[in-house]
């Protein structure tokens, strides 16, 4: 890999919405990118291998749960910082930034949000250190933009719960140390549970042969007969709200992430374009390349005017499902076509590992289906503004 | 030990540099300013000897406007316990020296690390003459700082021509810091919201006045792009050379 000299476009000084500590935030995650997973990513994404050894780095900088109170070991930090740190995660990878959305928004989260006190402390400084990493288990072989019709289920035992069932395409789950899983009652209620490693009858079988996300482990989680004590389950939650509340904050993360890849692939392209000499000129100096830089730097600022806004929402608690779909949607979209427009001014260097292009446009295809599908985010919109749902 | 840490902000390496139109001045539209990297070591460095001995403070001062207050955050963000800014514009060396020292005599500071140089100006002239305020010794361009293993002596080791020179100085002292000292820190979450509560006091200046008055700034000639010659090209290039480039 080439040094990494990346730098973001801002077009319409966008960093003046920005504070000064929102400034600082970005730029120490930027100095930790460049100097720890620069020159280190397209090696694991090439193995197909989860770099481990980043685990406690990123606990130490704080990208586990920046948003959730300091008295639990996290950050304290706002909504915006928090999309900030996401943003320049997955500008490096998308593979990375799932790894710290999944583990802050999908696993820490919901124990802050929905679980009791005990968990809260028993859990979370761990969590945000890394000490222990966690997954998220919505998704299910049958049951994937339908996760209501789930059938992972558990039955009161008087003094434990006895969990059966499977979930599939879990992030982090091959080396997770527990599991935020979303099961139905007896009463066919949703609810949330931990489960930790090590319980007999849990297993997490890896998923191989990805050419998308590959510097991240996906996995499947196994039920068999699990015995989870009683206090592993979440008590202040129940129904889809448990997990779509999660996701909520998730995908607020990957609208700001998608647009740190989309921002990389136009810095990339720029650079090149300037550098690239055909025909005596540098190739920027032709009507089509430059068409398809003003583009993305107009689709690119477009996006940045977005997050910040959907920022300043969240952080008055105000953000709604809709508004945070949108977001999603648009920033994953114009993130894919940025990529494969920057490929092509990449010429054949662009598919080598030598840049990154190729890389954000393969994870891109798996961000544009997880945590809700491009369609599917489009009929949330839909619904939104027609009060009718298209998709059930 | 209570350190104090000489901070000034600089462009950031990348920036590209130009002036104003009476070229007096530096044009800061869209400029990143970063703490000098010799001023980030020196930093790391004071947080490193006291987190070694366990005690101390470590105070980051600034001699210049409100706009270098994000520098100074980051200071406190990567663990300083405490930042001055003396509010002052100055326009050369011996003016910042002169402020510094001014503060620095109605406190009491074992250690005063100053960055080399700073990558702007390049004067690398603050350390000296605070030195020489102050009438305490001074150890330039220090590759290493360690405790000698007797209260309130330093072991220092510093760059001299073509090799190195270890010496031991009793403090109080100052000491300016070159490359290789030690690795910078970047700031992590909960050091930028502990740096929320430190407190950045605003002190008045003395008032000092510069010696220089600045003329105008320049930038260097513009590089020529490269020309490339076949191997089997050399009149041309030899003509190229005694015509275009003169140089032989
Ligand atoms: C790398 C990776 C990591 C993942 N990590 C996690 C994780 O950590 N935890 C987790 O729980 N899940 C995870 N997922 C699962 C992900 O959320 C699902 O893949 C996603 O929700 C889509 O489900 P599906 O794959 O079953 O596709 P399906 O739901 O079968 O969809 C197939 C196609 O049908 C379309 N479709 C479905 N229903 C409708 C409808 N009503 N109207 C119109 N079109 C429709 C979809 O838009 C899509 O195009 C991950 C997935 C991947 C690829």
């Not at chain 1, 990494?4 to 000064?20: A, C, I, K, R």
């Not at chain 1, 124990?111 to 998220?136: D, H, N, V």
């Not at chain 2, 220089?212 to 003509?239: G, I, K, N």
Request: some cysteine; glycine content about 8%; aromatic content about 6%.
């Amino acid at each position: 890999m080439r040094t990494d000299t990346y730098q973001h476009p801002d077009h319409y000084l966008v960093d003046e919405l920005l504070t000064d500590e929102h400034r600082l935030i970005r730029d120490s995650v930027r100095q930790y990118v460049k100097k720890e997973l620069s020159p280190i990513i397209e090696d694991y994404a090439q193995r197909a291998e989860f770099p481990k050894h980043i685990i406690p780095q990123l606990g130490a900088i704080g990208a586990f749960g920046p948003s959730l109170p300091a008295e639990y070991g996290c950050g304290g930090m706002d909504q915006i910082s928090y999309g900030i740190i996401m943003q320049e995660l997955e500008r490096c990878d998308s593979g990375i930034r799932s790894t710290a959305s999944v583990q802050g928004s999908l696993v820490m989260y919901p124990i802050y949000k929905y679980g009791s006190e005990e968990q809260r402390r028993k859990y979370l400084p761990k969590l945000a250190t890394g000490e222990w990493m966690g997954c998220f288990g919505l998704t299910e072989p049958d049951h994937g933009s339908n996760p209501g019709g789930m059938t992972t289920n558990f039955v009161d035992k008087g003094d434990h719960y006895l969990l059966n069932g499977a979930k599939m395409w879990i992030s982090n789950a091959p080396f997770a140390d527990i599991a935020v899983v979303w099961a139905k009652d007896e009463a066919g209620k949703i609810r949330g549970i931990i489960v930790e490693r090590g319980m007999e009858g849990f297993t997490t079988p890896e998923t191989h042969n990805k050419w998308s996300l590959r510097a991240s482990a996906t996995g499947e989680l196994v039920f068999s007969n699990v015995r989870v004590p009683k206090e592993n389950l979440l008590p202040n939650i129940s129904g889809l709200k448990g997990p779509l509340g999660c996701l909520d904050s998730a995908r607020y993360g990957i609208a700001w992430g998608a647009l740190g890849a989309a921002m990389d692939c136009y810095d990339s392209a720029k650079q090149y374009a300037l550098q690239r000499i055909q025909f005596d000129k540098p190739i920027a100096s032709f009507q089509l390349i430059q068409k398809k830089l003003a583009e993305m730097l107009t689709e690119i600022t477009k996006g940045q005017l977005l997050c910040w806004r959907l920022g300043v929402l969240k952080n008055e608690d105000r953000a709604t499902t809709a508004q945070i779909s949108m977001a999603k949607r648009n920033s994953v979209e114009i993130a894919l076509n940025i990529a494969r427009e920057a490929r092509q001014i990449h010429g054949g260097m662009g598919i080598t590992g030598e840049y990154p292009i190729m890389r954000h446009m393969m994870n891109l295809e798996s961000v544009v289906t997880y945590e809700g599908t491009h369609d599917i985010h489009l009929l949330i919109t839909g619904m939104d503004l027609t009060g009718i749902s298209a998709f059930r | 030990m209570n350190i104090l840490v000489c901070l000034s902000q600089v462009p950031d390496t990348t920036t590209k540099i130009a002036f104003s139109a009476d070229n007096k001045s530096l044009n800061k539209t869209g400029v990143q300013y970063i703490i000098n990297p010799y001023d980030e070591l020196a930093l790391t460095k004071a947080l490193e000897l006291n987190e070694a001995t366990g005690g101390g403070t470590v105070t980051v001062i600034h001699v210049g406007g409100a706009d270098a207050e994000p520098v100074l955050r980051k200071a406190l963000a990567i663990g300083a316990d405490q930042a001055v800014r003396i509010e002052a514009e100055p326009l050369d060396s011996r003016q910042v020296a002169a402020e510094l020292a001014a503060y620095i005599q109605g406190q009491s500071y074992d250690l005063v690390l100053t960055g080399r140089e700073s990558i702007d100006y390049n004067c690398g002239l603050v350390g000296g003459m605070l030195s020489q305020y102050l009438d305490w010794p001074l150890v330039n361009v220090a590759t290493s700082i360690d405790p000698a293993g007797q209260a309130g002596v330093l072991a220092v080791s510093r760059d001299m021509d073509g090799g190195r020179e270890k010496v031991e100085v009793s403090l109080p002292a100052v000491i300016t810091c070159q490359k290789e000292l030690t690795e910078p820190r970047i700031p992590n979450m909960r050091g930028i919201m502990a740096a929320r509560s430190k407190p950045l006091q605003v002190v008045s200046p003395q008032g000092i006045g510069p010696d220089l008055s600045l003329l105008s700034h320049a930038l260097p000639p513009a590089r020529q792009a490269c020309r490339y010659f076949e191997a089997d090209q050399m009149d041309a290039l030899v003509e190229a050379l005694r015509q275009q480039a003169k140089v032989l």
